[in-house]
Each structure stands twice: as structure tokens, then as C-alpha cells.
């Protein structure tokens, strides 16, 4: 029997958990630093080290068959050469390949190298220069920190006002700290968005499921850009015929530029894709990692052993297994913090949470999925807030419809303050069904 760890502490992390534990060869799973949810639920222990030497040394003496990594921090830091270097099972990329994600500059050179589809784009550190770029181009147009900024330093301006607004708060007031001391400024594109997600091993692929996420934070897709406020699966607005495509077009020149390049590219990696009205594919952005909140859908869709995929990516053989998926529809409901996408309160009770979710005996069509949440309160045992995104109630359905339908239901129950949440996840799915 295997012990594994997952490094982080989100959403993602506790799906990932939770789906590897299901495999009949785990005994536990090690979640670091973990939250409240991966501490309620059997065979989930949270390990409250984040230095990527310890956790290499940890994962050494306690013989952790292997790792996998949620965050995009630990992997731009290097977690994955430290691990490699000291002989130990991790999936995820490099420290130079999780530079596709780790730089919004680096990876928008790389598509123009490898000729993959992407928005025109100029990339400033003069906020001068910026500024008057904005003035030449006008707006719409798309403003992004260059470096890693938790999925809020992308700022869609739909005014010149708003371009420039956002230009001084990464450039001149420093707004996103280091992240936003250069920002890549692109055209703004037309379409509807979708999340693209395979498991690479360096050579191969294997797609996930297609999803799609909701980027704002309210209703309608108003209000400001967020991590992300819900996501469904499969995602229609994907055909077979586009899956090939983006397969060829955006997927494989990723890992043949990357091996021309002298880096093996193997993890998750994410394709964030605008799919334009004439069918055009344009690549959004690259994550190294799985998205926040697709995974938990995704993860709730997936029938095969997640730890066997992993394997077969960490040794090179992804070519010899396939991913079986539920028919059915899953659809993941954000309940995020007051202040978020700002500054997120915490220390709010949480209430409501249906018991059945914090044990591996809860119903495996719905399942709460715990982010920002910590144990605390008077007596130390109650669950409360502890950042943006707190939970992701996700839900099986037999189509988008009827598992919105349950993850509101269950979602109702639950209460803290001042609580925000979309309340028409999966919309763009419902209307093109009922078209």
C-alpha cells in the first residue's frame, strides 16, 4: 500500500487528494499544507510544511511512493528539480518549462516561436511606453502582470481608462509586487473561453476532460476578474472535431517546441483557449498545473485510478493507458469570501456543510471541496473562512442542467457571511443546449 503526497493547499489540492485516495493501493494521502476539508477526511492527513527542502526530506524518510503538485508557486520555485535530484517520484514540470505560466513574456515568445495561435501582443516595465501604447491601440484591450499573480493579474479593460488605471497599478503603485514588474499588453479577443487540460510525460499526452470556467465574479460575467467562480465538464463548445485541432495546433507544438528547447515538458498543463465565432482557436494563457475550479468537476468525472495515470506520466508511458470519464455532467459552484477578488475577510464560521462530505462515505455524485478554509473559532473545531475562494460545491448531473440544479441545492445549505457566489454557473452550456 502507497502513501502519497499532494503539495498545496486549495480547491485543486483537496480533489486531487481525494480522487488519488480512492485508488485501491493507497493507504493515505499527505496534503501540504492542506485545509480544513483534506483535515476532515479519512486517509487525508495535512502536513503543515511548505520549504521545498523539507518537503523533499519529509517525502525521503516517510517513503511517499510520489508527488504531485497543485500550485504554481512550488513549481516555478523548482520543487520538481529538488525532488528529481534526490531521486524521488514528483509530476510536474520543471523549473524551466513552468516558465510557460511563471511569465506571461516568456510564454507569449515561445508561441511565437513555435507558430501556436495567440493575441498580438507588447510587453512594457516603462509605464511611459505603456501608456502611450494604450493611447495608439485604444480599448478593449487585455493588460496582464508578466509574472505569477494567483490568477488575478489579468485585467480585461473594456475602457481606455480602465487599460490605463490598470497599467499604474502594476507599474507605477506596484499593485501585484514583483508579478506586475513588467506587464504584457495584448489585443483583445472575441469568443467563449474554455479550459484545455492534458497530463504530459514528456513525449505524450493524455487529454482530461474538456471544461470551462466562469473568470467573473458576478452574474451575467460582470464585475471584476477573478480566479475563477465555477466551472463545469465537458464543456460543449469543444467538438470532436475542435478537440483534434487544438490537439495539433496548440498541444503538440507545445511538447515538440519544448524538446527542441532542451526541456522535456511532463505535469498537467493547461491551455486556457478563446474559440472564436468562425471557430479560430487562440491561446489565452498556459498554466503548469491544473486550473482552480475545473479540477474539482474534472475530478469528479474521472472513473479511472488517478494514481495509475500518474505513473504512467511520471515513467514516460502515457501512451499506454487511457482516462474513462462518467457520462454525466459535473458542475463546480464557488462560494468565495467578502472583499474577493480584493482583500478576502477571514475567520467567518462556516455553517451548513453537509456532514456526508467529510468522510470517504459521502455520495460520490456530490462533493463539497474545501480552498480557503481553516479549523478555528472558539473551540479550534469550527470551520471557518481563511481567504478568497473557500469552497467549491461540485455536483454530477445527467446533464449541465440537472447538476446545477443539485450543486445549488447543497451550495443553499451552506452558510457564512457576507458569502458571494455566481448563481448562473454554466449558463453559456444551458443556452447553447436549449438553442
Not at 479550459?195 to 474538456?210: E, K, N, Y
Not at 473568470?215 to 460575467?221: A, V
Not at 515538440?256 to 482557436?281: N, T, V, W
Not at 478568497?388 to 451552506?414: F, S
Request: hydrophobic letters at 45%; aromatic letters at 6%; glycine letters at 10%.
Amino acid at each position: 500500500m502507497m502513501k502519497l503526497l499532494v503539495i498545496g493547499g486549495g480547491g485543486r489540492e483537496h480533489a486531487l487528494a481525494w480522487k488519488l485516495l480512492q485508488s485501491p493501493r493507497v493507504f493515505k494521502v499527505f496534503v501540504a499544507p492542506g485545509n480544513a476539508g483534506t483535515a476532515l477526511e479519512d486517509g487525508l492527513e495535512n502536513l503543515p510544511i511548505t520549504a521545498i527542502p523539507d518537503l523533499a526530506e519529509f517525502a525521503r524518510k516517510e517513503g511517499i511512493s510520489y508527488t504531485v503538485v497543485g500550485p504554481e508557486v512550488p513549481l516555478a520555485a523548482g520543487i520538481v528539480d529538488t525532488f528529481r535530484a534526490a531521486g524521488l517520484k514528483i509530476f510536474g514540470p520543471t523549473r524551466k518549462a513552468a516558465q510557460l505560466e511563471a511569465s506571461k513574456d516568456f510564454s507569449k515568445a515561445f508561441m511565437q516561436r513555435h507558430g501556436i495561435p495567440t493575441a498580438a501582443y507588447v510587453t512594457f516595465s516603462d509605464p511611459v511606453e505603456a501608456h502611450r501604447h494604450l493611447e495608439q491601440k485604444g480599448a478593449p484591450i487585455v493588460i496582464k502582470a508578466d509574472g505569477l499573480a494567483a490568477g488575478k493579474g489579468v485585467v480585461v479593460a473594456l475602457t481606455l481608462a480602465e487599460a490605463h488605471a490598470a497599467v499604474d497599478a502594476m507599474l507605477v503603485v506596484n499593485q501585484m509586487g514583483d508579478a506586475g514588474a513588467r506587464v504584457v499588453i495584448e489585443e483583445y479577443l472575441e469568443g467563449e473561453e474554455a479550459s484545455f487540460i492534458v497530463m504530459a510525460d514528456g513525449h505524450h499526452v493524455l487529454p482530461l476532460a474538456t471544461s470551462q470556467d466562469h473568470k467573473r465574479l458576478q452574474d451575467g460575467d460582470q464585475g471584476p476578474n477573478t480566479g475563477g467562480m465555477g466551472a463545469y465538464s465537458p464543456a460543449p463548445v469543444i467538438s470532436p472535431a475542435l478537440h483534434a485541432r487544438i490537439m495539433r495546433e496548440v498541444i503538440q507544438p507545445v511538447m515538440s517546441g519544448m524538446e527542441q528547447e532542451g526541456e522535456c515538458y511532463s505535469g498537467f498543463l493547461y491551455a486556457g483557449l478563446m474559440i472564436a465565432k468562425d471557430g479560430a482557436i487562440r491561446v489565452l494563457e498556459f498554466n503548469c498545473r491544473m486550473g482552480d475550479p475545473e479540477t474539482e468537476p474534472i475530478m469528479l468525472r474521472l472513473k479511472s485510478d488517478l494514481l495509475t495515470l500518474v505513473e504512467h506520466a511520471v515513467n514516460g508511458t502515457l501512451n499506454q493507458v487511457e482516462a474513462e470519464w462518467d457520462r454525466r455532467a459535473a458542475l463546480g459552484v464557488v462560494m468565495a469570501a467578502h472583499g474577493y477578488p480584493g482583500t478576502p475577510r477571514q475567520g467567518d464560521v462556516i455553517n451548513g456543510l453537509p456532514k456526508t462530505t467529510l468522510t470517504s462515505a459521502a455520495p460520490e455524485d456530490i462533493h463539497v471541496f474545501h480552498a480557503a478554509t481553516r479549523l478555528g473559532g472558539k473551540d479550534g473545531k469550527e470551520i471557518v473562512t481563511a481567504g478568497g475562494r473557500v469552497l467549491c460545491v461540485t455536483a454530477l448531473g445527467d446533464n449541465i442542467k440537472i447538476a446545477q440544479r443539485r450543486a445549488y441545492e447543497i451550495a443553499g445549505q451552506i452558510h457564512f457571511d457576507d458569502c458571494q457566489m455566481r448563481y448562473d454557473i454554466g449558463h453559456r452550456a444551458i443556452n447553447q443546449r436549449r438553442k
